[in-house]
């Protein structure tokens, strides 16, 4: 019968697992805590924004918006996870209990879980409706909140797994180096799963651009081509991509140090750039705010109504409102995005 450590400290499994923990605030951890603070600040203002602009104008009312602003809402919950951990790292490490230290992962994976099947939906929302050569599709609104809780559902569940059994408590010899109460079956059981995922929203994108440029090709041949239509997909395509291309950027590095880790490599030194990475994926919640008010002219403009309440009277930003074109039935809503 195997002997359970429930009542030990986080110490304890960090001396196990010979990952080193501060008794007093080094330069090096002042500097991590600062720039993460200063970032999680900034994640949580702009994803507030987006999240705000998608409800407050009907022209985002259409389900990739949603799905755009629940994304927004995971990077929020990423920053509020991040934030947590800059609060509750360095010397503080060694004070939490048990019970915090798995609130303190969860929140993290949670988070991660949430931009990842978020991300795949948007990846199959998007073929669905390119491949029909639409810019909405025709998912009704409760079919697209009933998305949303499933993404969150997974996300949780994946994220609390840990916490009620997936660990090493009971088994010290399979504790992880980078998280010292997580089993390594469960390190490679999750990057396997986020970089199967990454895999296959490449494959649906790839499949994407090839369908449009082909189909682009065919409508160029035919003076009938709706240009505008023409333009807002492809530029809806990209934009998304840009949104995928830089979450796999920023966190497919951490993945494959967490794989490496499950997998047990002696040789790499995985504690070494265990806090850049995580950084680096912490950042990405800030990348797709900037992508959304870059590539999108409304949501540019939209950003700043909310941002200049006293200038609502001022022509400068009070744009008066472009009715929605159609053409052939499809809406051509003024936005690149």
Sequence with gaps: ?????????VGFFYNNSR??????WRPKDV????????????????NLLVIAAVATNRRFHYPIYYLLANLAAADLFAGVAYMFLMFHTGPRTAQLSLKTWFIRQS?????????????LAIAVERHRTVLT???HSEMSAQRVVGLIFSIWAAALLLGLIPSYGWHCLCSLES???MAPLYSRSYLTFWAVSNLAVFLIMVLVYGHIFLYVRRRMARMARHTGAHPRHRDTVLALVKTVTIVLGAFVVCWTPGQVVLLLDGLGCQSCDVLAVEKYVLLLAEINSLINAIVYSW???EMRSTFRRLLCFPCLRNSKYAAPERGLGSHNGHFTVDSSI
């Design 1 to 9: 019968m195997k002997h359970c450590f429930y009542n030990e400290t």
């Design 19 to 24: 990952k080193e923990l501060s008794a007093h």
């Design 175 to 177: 504790c992880s180096r």
């Design 295 to 297: 590539r999108d002219n």
């Design 31 to 46: 500097l991590v805590v600062a720039l993460g603070l200063a970032v999680s600040a900034v994640v949580l203002l702009t």
């Design 107 to 119: 929140l993290l994976d949670t988070s991660l879980t949430a931009s990842v099947v978020n991300l």
């Design 133 to 135: 050569m639409q810019l």
